[in-house]
């Protein structure tokens, strides 16, 4: 199913984004930097219920392959991958937020949870 794609491309690229930092030279830090596991959850759409990935968050950028997205000094979470959508917000070890993604008019949306490795 397509709008299932969208949701393991999420993930896909997460942990794409995940090796390619980890080999990353070093460079300043974010209080974010480090291995974080990430939870997502379908809330609405035929998308897969529930997938968890870890990440890996280096001078507060996510990057690699077809992901892009930044954490924030204040935590603010902005995530873009082949347009679905995810933001939240990180505090401390943990965070939440909401994402969305649509692919030949099936939407899917839900939420993420996070908690630092």
């Keep these: 199913m397509r709008s299932n794609r969208i949701r393991n491309l999420l993930f896909v690229s997460f942990l794409a984004s ?3 930092l980890a080999t990353a030279p070093a460079s300043a830090q974010s209080p974010y930097d480090g291995l974080w596991q990430v939870t997502v959850v379908t809330k609405t759409g ?3 219920a529930q997938t968890t990935a870890s990440v890996n968050v280096s001078d507060g950028k996510i990057s690699g392959g077809p ?3 930044t954490v924030g000094s204040g ?3 902005r995530v873009s991958i082949n347009g679905a959508y995810a933001n939240g917000q990180l505090s401390g070890n943990s965070g939440s937020g909401k994402w969305n993604g ?3 008019g099936v ?3 839900g939420r993420w ?3 630092r490795q």
Excluded: H, K, N, Q
């Design 107 to 109: 939407a899917c949306s």
């Design 18 to 20: 995940a090796a390619a």
């Design 75 to 77: 935590g603010l979470v």
């Design 102 to 104: 649509a692919s030949a």
């Design 113 to 115: 949870e996070a908690s």
């Design 67 to 69: 992901v892009s997205g």
């Design 46 to 48: 035929s998308c897969d």
